[in-house]
């Protein structure tokens, strides 16, 4: 089975090219927010590093979501698209002077604190405004995702958070500095996470770490968690929108929230992984001695996954009903890692065939780099085209 594309529209555009189903995005913001309200405390905040297109920010905000920022850009990109600075929180392990400045001036949620010395620095430009930030640690719960290695976050030995051990060490040293607000704790174990228990394994590190506080008398007034809920790249016709019940029902019943206390998500693949495709054209078929390759239009600097994760795309030829044949789909850039996919079966193509390289919404059109002098992708909404 095929995805659904207004062809005739999609024709008119210059390949390669994001195309983004707005009527599937909207759909998957309601399931999340219906989702999410049936439990008390719940927010929800959009991971914009996944894909910062501004069309594709205007319907997350207008769905009421928040924004988690990794960046002054990000930051800047989320204000330009209407989020309120109250529902922004901003992460990173490496946050320059003029990006927690930007932070500060706008007033925004919260900073998501990994280090002492980031501690230190908030603290001093806090006071030279006159202002206090209002800061969560990001911990390093020890939490193993079954992910791919390139992206769990959550282990000891990876770069991100404080270790957990420190964490009554950092609160008690943040509580000396006169600028800093100690607000919640944050976590985030990893990205493509589609086995419910590695969640419910965070939630018990929660649970553990958040008696220890009590031991000591130290409330928090919010959990976040984070975001990591994968999507089913095989199949992005039959499970167009991912399992947000699960996801949020098992935080409700594994996560012991203290009263008063409200839980915050992070979610960014999940959001907008399905409803973006890559569009690209077939520009030659070459037949080799031992495979055949199909060489697009579009190459790693327009989607860099499969270079750089090996990630799997399901790809679509959108032009042909003739009978399957095997092709490597590659694309035109000098490197050997610059191919989409090998060894797979697609309608027989022809010169100038568009194929739809599928689930490209998170972390494509973002990841795109100029290599080779190539042009940058551009982002089409479906309602506007
Ligand atoms: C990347 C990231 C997210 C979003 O991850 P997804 O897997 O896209 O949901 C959330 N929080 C933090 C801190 C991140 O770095």
């Known amino acids: 089975m095929k995805g659904t594309f207004p062809i005739d529209k999609l024709e008119r555009i210059q390949t390669p090219f994001y195309y983004y189903d707005a009527e ?20 929800v905040h959009y991971a914009v590093k996944a894909n910062a297109n501004p069309r594709v920010l205007r319907i997350i905000r207008e769905a009421g979501l928040g924004a988690d ?58 006071q030279q405004k006159g202002k206090t930030a209002r800061v969560a640690f990001r911990l390093n719960p020890n939490v193993g995702a079954h992910t791919h290695a390139n992206i769990t976050t959550g282990l000891a030995e990876n770069k991100f958070g404080i270790d957990m051990r420190d ?22 174990i990893g990205s493509q996470i589609l086995d419910m228990g590695d969640f419910e394994a965070l939630c018990n590190r929660v649970n553990e770490l958040q008696l220890e506080l009590e031991r000591h008398r130290i409330s928090v007034e919010h959990i976040n968690v984070g975001g990591g809920l994968g999507i089913d790249y095989q199949h992005p016709n039959r499970v167009p929108v991912p399992d947000f019940k699960s996801y949020f029902d098992t935080y409700a019943k594994k996560l012991k929230l203290r009263p008063g206390q409200t839980l915050h998500f992070e979610l960014g693949r999940a959001v907008v992984g399905q409803c973006g495709t890559l569009l690209t054209r077939a520009l030659y078929i070459k037949v080799g001695s031992v495979k055949q390759f199909c060489i697009v239009d579009a190459g790693f600097t327009d989607l860099i996954r499969p270079a750089l994760y090996q990630a799997y795309h399901k790809i679509e030829n959108l032009s042909s009903e003739e009978p399957n044949e095997t092709y490597d789909v590659v694309g035109p850039i000098c490197e050997s890692t610059d191919v ?18 599928r689930s490209a919404g998170a972390y494509g059109e973002i990841m795109a780099s100029g290599y080779n002098c190539r042009h940058l992708p551009q982002g089409y909404m479906s309602d506007e085209l």
């Open 340 to 357: 989409f996919a090998k060894q797979i079966d697609l309608n027989r193509c022809h010169r100038g065939d568009l194929l739809a390289i």
């Open 167 to 188: 964490m009554l060490r950092v609160i008690e040293e943040a509580k000396q500095m006169s600028h800093i607000k100690v607000v919640g704790l944050h976590f985030h």
């Open 69 to 126: 920022c990794v960046s002054g850009g990000e930051i800047e990109a989320s204000i330009r698209a209407g989020f309120p600075s109250s529902k922004i929180v901003y992460a990173g392990v490496g946050k320059a002077d003029w990006e927690i400045n930007l932070g500060l001036d706008n007033d925004i949620f919260c900073f998501n604190v990994e280090s002492i010395p980031e501690l230190e620095v908030i603290n001093q430009l806090a």
């Open 24 to 43: 599937l995005l909207r759909q998957t913001l309601r399931t999340i927010t219906d989702e999410a309200q049936k439990h008390e405390g719940f927010c």
